[in-house]
């Protein structure tokens, strides 16, 4: 159960969009659509941003998007806002009843 | 609105054992898997462990698996962890978390507000 692959940190100015990905292997995100993302403030419980690889949960804004190919599943966030720096994290099915989390990236909005 | 709240952390000696609690309110929680995920200072999330809508399955990490048990009471609205032989690499704070489907699918859609463990002698 090793963690997935995320950037440390990526950054953007505000209107802009970022990418940030999900590396992990055909154990996991490969052979699942089991992939979410969440966003994290500091001192705060994370948010599910993105559910089923595509989904987004009511209420979550439609800039943010979710993406997968292969190995790596990708969150997209279009027309940044400073509300959007905080800690972002996925989250695999690995199989066996069991899940795993990505490192973490730190978004910057610039 | 779903409210999650966790209880039952603080300081600890290595070796000993801990018992968190969680109470939900404003959810039918008989319906949903539930698990606690982990966050130690500083540092990113861990899912730890899982049980299912009626308790009669539980999955956990290799990290904790043997230590850790999962249950849940559907009758009193609460999740427990019992956590034994603890060792300072599983201080950090302890969310308990709500499966947004009935399935377990691992989609997260409400976490507490989390309780802190602090392994330590």
């Known amino acids: 159960q090793s963690a997935l692959t995320q950037p440390r940190s990526v950054s953007g100015s505000p209107g802009q969009s970022v990418t940030i990905s999900c590396t992990g292997t055909?154990?996991?995100?490969?052979?699942?659509?089991?992939v979410s993302w969440y966003q994290q403030h500091p001192g705060k419980a994370p948010k599910l941003l993105i559910y089923?690889?595509?989904k987004r949960p009511s209420g979550v804004p439609d800039r943010f998007s979710g993406s997968k190919s292969d190995n790596t599943a990708s969150l997209s966030i279009s027309g940044l806002q400073a509300e959007d720096e905080a800690d972002y994290y996925c989250?695999?099915?690995?199989?066996?009843?069991?899940?795993?989390f990505g490192g973490g990236t730190k978004l910057t909005v610039l | 609105q779903v409210q999650l709240v966790e209880s039952g952390g603080g300081v600890v000696q290595p070796g000993r054992s801990l018992r968190l609690s969680c109470a939900a309110t404003?959810?039918?929680?008989?319906?949903?898997?539930m698990h606690w995920v982990r966050q130690a200072p500083g540092k990113g999330l861990e899912w730890v462990a899982v049980?299912?809508?009626?308790?009669?399955?539980?999955y956990y990490a290799d990290s904790v698996r043997g230590r850790f048990t999962i249950s849940r009471d559907n009758s009193k609205h609460t999740l427990d962890l019992e956590m034994k032989s603890l060792r300072a690499d599983d201080t950090a704070v302890y969310y308990c978390?709500?499966?947004?489907?009935?399935?377990?699918?691992?989609?997260?859609?409400?976490w507490g507000p989390g309780t802190l463990v602090s392994v330590s002698s």
């Open positions: 989250l695999s099915y690995a199989g066996r009843y069991s899940w795993v």
């Open positions: 089923e690889v595509t």
């Open positions: 055909s154990s996991d995100v490969g052979n699942y659509k089991y």
């Open positions: 978390a709500k499966d947004l489907l009935a399935s377990l699918d691992g989609y997260i859609d409400h």
């Open positions: 404003g959810l039918s929680f008989s319906e949903y898997g």
């Open positions: 049980v299912s809508y009626d308790g009669g399955s539980r």
